[in-house]
C-alpha cells in the first residue's frame, strides 16, 4: 500500500491528486484481487455443496481438492480485505490534510462527485465523509448504473465498525436503514464466514 505524506501540514491541488491516484490505483488493485477470489470461492462452495449432495466415498479426493481450492480463497480474500483496510486508514488519515488543502468544488473534483450530485452534500463536507456517503465518482454511477467507487468500499468497513463500537452507534446505524431514513434504498449485505459479501433481502413493507 501507498505511504502518504500524512504529517504534512498542506498540499498542493495537483499533489492531492497525485496522492489519492496512487492510493485509488491499489485499492483498485486490492479489490479487483478479492473479487476474483471471491468468485473461485463461491464456485468451490457450490462444488461442495453437491459433492455433499451425492454422497459416496470415490468423492473424497475430489472433495479434499475442492476443500484446498475454497480454504486458499478464504485467506486470500482475507488478505485483501487487510490491504482495503489499510487502504482505508490511509485515506481518513489524510482527509484532514486533504480539507485544510481544497475547496469543497476542489475536493469533488478529485473525488469525481457529478456537478448535479454536489448540492444534496453539505457545501463545508470533508473529504473522508464525500467518500462515506457514497459520492466518490456519482457521475459514473448516476450514468452507467455501476456500483460504489472503489474509495467507498475501502472506507465503509471503517465507518461500520466505528458506529458498531458502542450502543448508540449502533442504535443510529440500524435507525439509519427504516424505510423513509437516509439508507432505506441502499443495498445491504451479509458477511459468509471467508468474507465474501452477499445481498441480503431487503425488508418487508406494508404495503396500504
Known amino acids: 500500500m501507498v505511504a ?3 504529517n504534512a501540514a498542506t498540499m498542493t491541488l495537483a499533489e492531492c491528486g ?4 496512487r492510493l485509488k490505483r491499489a485499492i483498485r488493485h486490492a479489490l479487483a484481487f478479492r473479487d476474483s477470489w471471491v468468485a473461485r470461492s463461491r464456485v468451490a462452495r ?3 455443496v453437491r459433492l455433499n449432495g451425492a454422497g459416496g466415498a470415490h ?5 479434499r481438492a475442492i476443500g484446498a481450492e475454497h480454504a486458499e480463497a478464504t485467506q486470500r480474500i482475507r488478505e485483501a480485505n487487510a490491504v482495503l483496510r489499510e487502504g482505508g ?10 480539507d485544510r488543502s481544497t475547496s469543497f468544488a476542489e475536493r469533488c473534483m ?3 462527485v457529478s456537478p448535479a450530485d454536489r448540492h444534496e452534500l453539505p457545501s463545508d463536507a470533508g ?3 464525500i467518500i462515506g456517503l457514497g459520492f466518490e465518482v456519482s457521475s459514473q454511477y448516476r450514468i452507467y448504473g455501476s456500483e460504489r467507487g472503489p474509495l467507498f468500499h475501502a472506507v465503509w468497513p471503517l465507518i461500520v465498525d466505528e458506529m458498531c463500537a458502542s450502543a448508540k452507534g449502533r442504535f443510529f446505524l440500524d435507525a439509519m436503514f427504516v424505510p423513509g431514513r437516509e439508507l432505506a434504498e441502499m443495498t445491504r449485505y451479509r458477511r459468509h464466514p471467508d468474507g465474501s459479501l452477499v445481498r441480503a433481502r431487503p425488508a418487508a413493507r406494508v404495503l396500504h
Open 59 to 63: 468423492f473424497i479426493l475430489v472433495r
Open 89 to 98: 486508514q490511509h485515506l481518513i488519515r489524510i482527509g484532514d490534510v486533504i
Open 18 to 21: 497525485s496522492l489519492l491516484l
Open 110 to 112: 478529485l473525488l469525481g
Open 46 to 48: 457450490r462444488a461442495l
Open 127 to 129: 473529504f473522508a465523509a
Open 4 to 6: 502518504p505524506a500524512e
